[in-house]
T-cell receptor
Framework: EAGVAQSPRYKIIEKRQSVAFWCNPI?????LYWYQQILGQGPKLLIQ????????DSQLPKDRFSAERLKGVDSTLKIQPAKLEDSAVYLC?????????????FGEGSRLTVL | AQSVTQPDIHITVSEGASLELRCNYS??????LFWYVQSPGQGLQLLLK??????LVQGIKGFEAEFKRSQSSFNLRKPSVHWSDAAEYFCAVGARYTGNQFYFGTGTSLTVIP
């Protein structure tokens, strides 16, 4: 079974530039999450999708971050314009369950460095 | 508010020695508890989880964890550590009554000395 795929694995940009990350969840997983993991910290939820609808985006900095999950499968996370503090690993995870009983399956992450 | 505390930022153990990683949580109801492991360059992988019942749960790779309600703890243990266990370990709480979110601790980095 294929795992969660993310790309690109690494990205270096200048501040105020834009960047987009892509995620393809495990087939059949209706729930998709984007987490931000800053060095030395645990993953922090940015946004949760159930199929193509947003369940929770309360911690997404909407002035610069956006995410979509068209057709309820792939998802993209965009940052525009990027700030220095956005340097982090962006993790995508998927789950069969929409609640907190299900196992999260994580991709390898996309490491962003903002200079 | 929900929170997870992992007091140990970094732990070093010798191969073959026992291991205990600490996790304390703050949550207003019976929590769903998880331990995930993140090997270098890889995504997080579920080691084990606790929802209810027996407070000692077994996971993959020889790990176990014990839920202690009185201490609000969910410590991870392994009787004999292997070099391949070197990784970052994250404790997480599933907050089913407050937004159905997962809250992760800051992680404990494990180094294994040959």
């Amino acid at each position: 079974e294929a795992g969660v795929a993310q790309s690109p694995r690494y990205k270096i940009i200048e501040k105020r530039q834009s960047v987009a990350f892509w995620c393809n969840p495990i087939s059949g997983h209706a729930t998709l999450y984007w987490y931000q993991q800053i060095l030395g910290q645990g993953p922090k939820l940015l946004i949760q999708f159930q199929n193509n609808g947003v369940v929770d985006d309360s911690q997404l900095p909407k002035d610069r971050f956006s995410a979509e999950r068209l057709k309820g499968v792939d998802s993209t996370l965009k940052i525009q314009p990027a700030k220095l503090e956005d340097s982090a690993v962006y993790l995508c995870a998927s789950s069969l369950s929409s609640g907190v009983t299900g196992e999260l399956f994580f991709g390898e992450g996309s490491r962003l460095t903002v200079l | 508010a929900q929170s997870v505390t992992q007091p140990d930022i970094h732990i070093t153990v010798s191969e073959g020695a026992s291991l205990e990683l600490r996790c304390n949580y703050s949550y207003g109801a019976t929590p769903y508890l998880f331990w995930y492991v993140q090997s270098p360059g890889q995504g997080l992988q579920l080691l084990l989880k606790y929802f209810s019942g027996d407070t000692l749960v077994q996971g993959i790779k020889g790990f176990e964890a014990e839920f202690k309600r009185s201490q609000s703890s969910f410590n991870l243990r392994k009787p004999s550590v292997h070099w391949s266990d070197a990784a970052e370990y994250f404790c997480a709480v599933g907050a089913r009554y407050t937004g159905n979110q997962f809250y992760f601790g800051t992680g404990t980095s494990l180094t294994v000395i040959p």
